[in-house]
């Protein structure tokens, strides 16, 4: 059982928003602002799109967006493309000085 | 380019040892902390454990302290993930990701450079 909960699957139609959520607790997601979204494509290494709650790496689109509120972080894709079809994880620091990943989303663009 | 490069793919039997190797280039290897997460076939991306290259110190999540073993060579800037008492639910591709934060740091932060796996096999 994964320390982060995150849907199991969101699906989502070319040019549409959609906003993938991860609950934690205050012992990571709420007590830090150091929250992580992760794509990963079946095969290859996980990419950053998302630190510190909002920061997008250089080269990330800026059609993906970070928020959180309370215990719960989210991951906007705005002008969902065909090629954002992929597992996404959010990660968080936490009080032990560890890190927590939740159980991964499959996003489905239809 | 910063890059991570990994050892290749292992076959173990249970009850035996694995050590996974993570060479990075591209940047000073001690300023950054380095993570180890694996992926099981079929399950999520699960945290293993993080080295500060430079002082040495590691930590581990919970269900692999005691199995977990990881150190790192500064001369060749390398950093090794060993993992002992192999069962056949270890059968994963394990990644060493590198922490964007400098060292010293107070916090973790986020895997901004990952290497390209290394699938490792417990099998009888």
């Known amino acids: 059982q994964s320390a982060l909960t995150q849907p199991a699957s969101v699906s989502g139609s070319p040019g549409q928003s959609i906003t993938i959520s991860c609950t934690g607790t205050?012992?990571?997601?709420?007590?830090?602002?150091?929250v992580s979204w992760y794509q990963h494509h079946p095969g290859k290494a996980p990419k950053l799109m998302i630190y510190?709650?909002?920061n997008r790496p250089s080269g990330v689109s800026n059609r993906f967006s970070g928020s959180k509120s309370g215990n719960t972080a989210s991951l906007t894709i705005s002008g969902l493309q065909a090629e954002d079809e992929a597992d996404y994880y959010c990660?968080?620091?936490?009080?032990?000085?560890?890190?927590?990943f939740g159980g991964g989303t499959e996003l489905t663009v239809l | 380019q910063v890059q991570l490069v990994q050892s290749g793919a292992e076959v173990k039997k249970p009850g035996a040892s694995v050590k996974v190797s993570c060479k990075a280039s591209?940047?000073?290897?001690?300023?950054?902390?380095m993570h180890w997460v694996r992926q099981a076939p079929g399950q999520g991306l699960e945290w293993v454990g993080w080295?500060?290259?430079?002082?040495?110190?590691?930590n581990s999540a919970q269900r692999f302290q005691g199995r977990v073993t990881m150190t790192r060579d500064t001369s060749i800037s390398t950093a090794y993930m060993e993992l002992s008492r192999l069962r056949s639910d270890d059968t994963a591709v394990y990644y060493c990701?590198?922490?964007?934060?400098?060292?010293?740091?107070?916090?973790?932060?986020?895997?901004?450079?990952w290497g390209q796996g290394t699938m490792v096999t417990v099998s009888s």
């Open positions: 990660s968080s620091y936490t009080s032990s000085s560890t890190l927590s």
């Open positions: 510190e709650v909002t």
């Open positions: 080295i500060n290259p430079n002082s040495g110190g590691t």
């Open positions: 990701a590198r922490d964007l934060t400098v060292v010293p740091t107070t916090h973790l932060s986020a895997l901004d450079v």
């Open positions: 591209g940047y000073t290897f001690t300023g950054y902390y």
């Open positions: 205050s012992s990571d997601i709420g007590g830090y602002n150091y």
